[in-house]
């Protein structure tokens, strides 16, 4: 066993264990901090792939400005503890188990296609940023600044959306 | 070496967490956390695939995705305010306005 697979070990049990407290908390600010960890044990997880770039921009764009906008949100509101209503029996009995048969499935159809993958391991050498960006600015530049565009909307709708109607 | 299965299957458990937690999970905010679980399972499997296969566009990808992510969580908590400041409530079963 060495010591990357190691390592892999311990932040998909960080990341299952955030996602599960997620689920298991009561307060929306516990829920948003166990996404907290999940981000950052996914960031880890990319870096040990060897994409450093996105690790950077998990840890600044996810983990800072999103999640902070999730527990300003939740402050602003004065989000308490979540109150409990009846599930129908259906959801409860079959929700859980169809859940899991999903996942299941996806997992079972992710590795069965990756038999016809070139190469079975992650090559771990880093990505670098050059690369990247060359990718990002020659052959995706069109979406790149679609996206640029849709920021704008995302701005626009935002203000129109939280402003106190008069 | 981590074999490319390992960070699928992590992926795809990820995946079906999120998809527990938002069916699961009575408050606005927190289903929205849910998307954004399910969202970074997704960005997990396109990195695992694009080191897997040599080839950068992949990580591309999830700087796209990340994007539209906070786009989606600006306008989303745009929403959820809204909703709030009409329902006084975060509970989703009381956002019934368009329920026959």
């Known amino acids: ?166 | 070496m981590v074999p490319t299965n390992y960070y699928l299957i992590l992926s795809a458990i990820l995946f079906g967490l999120g998809i527990v937690a938002f069916v699961f999970k009575r408050n606005i905010i927190t289903l929205f956390m849910a998307i954004e679980l399910m969202l970074n399972a997704v960005n997990l499997a396109f990195v695992a695939f694009s080191q897997s296969l040599g080839k950068p566009d992949g990580e591309v990808f999830v700087l796209f995705v990340i994007v539209v992510a906070a786009a989606e969580a600006a306008v989303g908590l745009g929403i959820i305010i809204l909703t709030a400041r009409n329902r006084r409530s975060l509970n989703i079963e009381r956002v019934d306005l368009m329920k026959l």
């Open chain 1, 1 to 166: 066993m060495n010591a990357s697979l190691i390592i892999f070990f311990v932040l998909a049990a960080v990341a299952i264990f955030g996602a599960v407290s997620l689920i298991l908390q009561r307060e929306p600010i516990h829920s948003a901090l166990s996404l907290i960890v999940v981000m950052v044990a996914l960031a880890g997880l990319y870096l040990l792939l060897g994409a450093e770039f996105v690790a950077a921009v998990q840890i600044i764009v996810y983990g800072g400005a999103i999640m902070v906008l999730f527990v300003f949100v939740i402050m602003l509101l004065n989000a308490g503890e979540e109150e409990r209503t009846d599930f129908s029996k259906l959801a409860t009995f079959g929700g859980i188990p169809l859940a899991l048969a999903l996942a299941g499935l996806i997992a079972a159809a992710l590795t069965r296609s990756t038999g016809y993958l070139p190469a079975a391991a992650p090559h771990g050498d880093l990505t670098s940023t050059k690369t990247l960006s060359m990718l990002l600015f020659k052959d995706f530049a069109y979406p790149f600044e679609l996206t640029s565009f849709l920021i704008l909307v995302a701005i626009l709708g935002a203000i129109v959306l939280a402003q106190r109607e008069n």
